[in-house]
């Protein structure tokens, strides 16, 4: 049976929305029969643009979003004050995996909000780029990132080159990929300190084939198939490339036109000179994926046409088609729950499962990397893979809930909850948290696992973000309550470990004797905008916990 991927597309987003968008959806499925679009808009007027074509009808519905969001709108506010709006409607379609892509030409700002909030970050993705693809004289190269991330550290960057090596391989199409970054010059010791410092870290990587520096010269050479740089550089680089392209066909032609001679000559050269043209056309390679998502976003330009919508739903479909990592790791887990792996058993090969999905090895320990960041595997060097013994670890590779950490390896987590009310904050509150209001939710309560307490904490919430906090709440998970609830978007938490000594209270809420050995974890969580959200202490007994941590020796 022939898969259809669903693609939610924004009808009002982009400079000639929703005439333009509505054409290109329309000449996406009348070419296609595999694809189901979602106009996402004010119904009334995507009715009427719909209205002027012919079209399998089954492919297209309108899903109505009366609000629109302005591009000159600030993104945050947007996003969470506007929930009828076409850009949150199509996304939490994603989210809510009611369709497998969204689309849209609308507010930069709101789409890479968005993406983040609502569909959200795949584990351990610290920072997801937009990574267009760029016309190259040997085909096409992916520029990452070109938008999201002015403010790049140079982990980020090794990121991109990893997400921008497999997406080339398993979407494009190109073996090998050779990625390089972003440089005025080849020699190592040129650039500014994000270059030097990302250098070394990407030639230490060794499931990407970095080639080195890459000067902007070079890049429509074709000289890299992956162009990492941070999103400041990215896009005066893709803003450049566009106003040149344009810039020269306009001149090409108008030369071709400025005789008779030159006339004739074009007459004759007419049919290559298109081809040649059309390969530098940007509108023919669709919009930039915003990678590192729970589900598939693509921005396409604000000056978006029909031509370009319409190859950005076929990338949509293109993508879908390239989930390797996805088979891969259900591959794995199904393998593990039908017991064909036990615990501490060795699982096949990384080159059996190459050969049995028809991938690279990059592409294998990607997949293995990240199951083995989710604890259901772990990796002996040199040895290889094998199935984790079912135990409760906290992994440093990101933040998670006590809960959500629970429900992940299909453990009951329950609460008793202590304490649950208004307070005033105290000086040091104020400090820590840059409260604007004086007021904190003081919420201290018992996290029982399988019945028995694991730890005790001791928060304090922002008032001015979260307001009263029920007890039905506070006996859950904070964090689905502030991100689910209130749609905050909990970005980091600074955190502190140290190990103290039980007090009597610790001791009867713990079940320990008082001077028994605690692990104590101060955390200052705070939100994508830098707001602090929570401040607290959680203590764990280090007889049924054990934090687990993979460090990196950096030179």
Request: with cysteine; net charge negative.
């Amino acid at each position: 049976m022939q898969s259809t991927t669903r693609v939610a597309l924004d009808a009002m987003g982009g400079d000639n929305a929703p005439a333009e968008v509505v054409k290109g959806a329309v000449d996406a499925v009348n070419k296609r029969n595999d694809i189901k679009i979602f106009l996402v808009g004010q119904k009334v007027p995507v009715e009427r643009e719909l209205s002027l074509y012919t079209y399998p009808k089954e492919q297209i519905e309108i899903v109505d979003a009366p609000e629109v969001i302005e591009m000159a709108e600030p993104p945050v506010g947007a996003i969470r004050r506007k929930k009828q709006s076409s850009i949150v409607v199509g996304m939490n379609m994603v989210k809510n995996k009611e369709a497998d892509a969204f689309v849209s030409a609308g507010s930069s700002g709101a789409v890479l909000v968005g993406g983040q909030v609502i569909v959200g970050r795949i584990k351990g993705i610290q920072r997801p780029p937009l990574a267009p693809l760029i016309p190259t004289e040997r085909g096409v190269s992916l520029l990452i990132d070109c938008g999201a991330n002015v403010d790049a550290r140079a982990e980020h960057l090794v990121q991109f080159a990893k997400m921008g090596s497999i997406y080339m391989e398993h979407v494009v199409g190109v073996k090998n990929p050779k990625v390089a970054l972003v440089n005025i010059g080849a020699e190592e010791e040129k650039g500014n300190a994000l270059v030097k410092e990302t250098m070394p870290l990407l030639r230490e990587c060794t499931d990407i084939n970095f080639v080195g520096s890459i000067e902007a010269r070079d890049i429509p050479k074709g000289d890299a198939d992956v162009i990492v740089c941070e999103a400041f550089t990215g896009n005066v680089i893709l803003k450049l490339y566009e106003g040149l392209s344009s810039t020269l066909i306009g001149v090409i032609k108008k030369g071709l036109m400025s005789t008779l001679k030159s006339k004739i000559g074009a007459a004759l050269a007419l049919p290559a000179l298109k081809n040649t043209l059309k390969s530098f056309d940007a509108t023919e390679y669709g919009g930039a994926p915003l990678l590192g998502l729970n589900g598939l976003v693509v921005k396409t330009h604000g000056s978006s046409k029909a031509k370009e919508i319409t190859n950005s739903v076929f990338q949509c479909v293109t993508f879908k088609e390239k989930e390797i990592n996805d088979k891969i790791k259900e591959y794995i887990i199904q393998n593990i729950e039908d017991e064909k792996y036990n615990e501490n058993e060795q699982i096949e090969s990384e080159h059996a499962l190459c050969e049995l999905f028809g991938v690279t090895r990059m592409t294998v320990r990607q997949a293995l990397t990240e199951l083995i960041n989710e604890n259901i595997i772990y990796s002996v060097p040199k040895v290889g893979s094998f199935v984790c013994k079912k135990s409760r670890f906290k992994s440093f590779d990101g933040l998670n809930s006590v809960t959500e950490d629970c429900a992940k390896k299909k453990e009951d987590c329950t609460s008793h909850v202590v304490l649950n009310e208004l307070e005033e904050a105290t000086d040091l509150m104020k400090k820590e948290m840059a409260l604007e209001d004086n007021k904190v939710w003081h919420v201290k309560r018992v996290r029982l696992v399988n019945g028995e307490p694991l730890c005790f904490e001791d928060d304090y919430c922002n008032y001015d973000l979260t307001g009263d906090i029920p007890l039905e709440v506070s006996s859950t998970s904070l964090f689905n309550h502030f991100e689910n609830d209130l749609n905050l978007h909990i970005a980091f938490s600074d955190q502190q470990i140290d190990a103290v000594l039980a007090c009597e209270e610790l001791g009867k809420y713990l079940q320990v004797d008082p001077m028994t050995p605690l692990l104590r974890v101060l955390s200052i969580t705070c939100l994508h905008n830098g707001k602090c959200i929570e401040y607290g202490y959680t203590y764990y007994r280090v007889d049924k916990y054990t934090f687990n941590q993979v460090a990196y020796r950096r030179k």
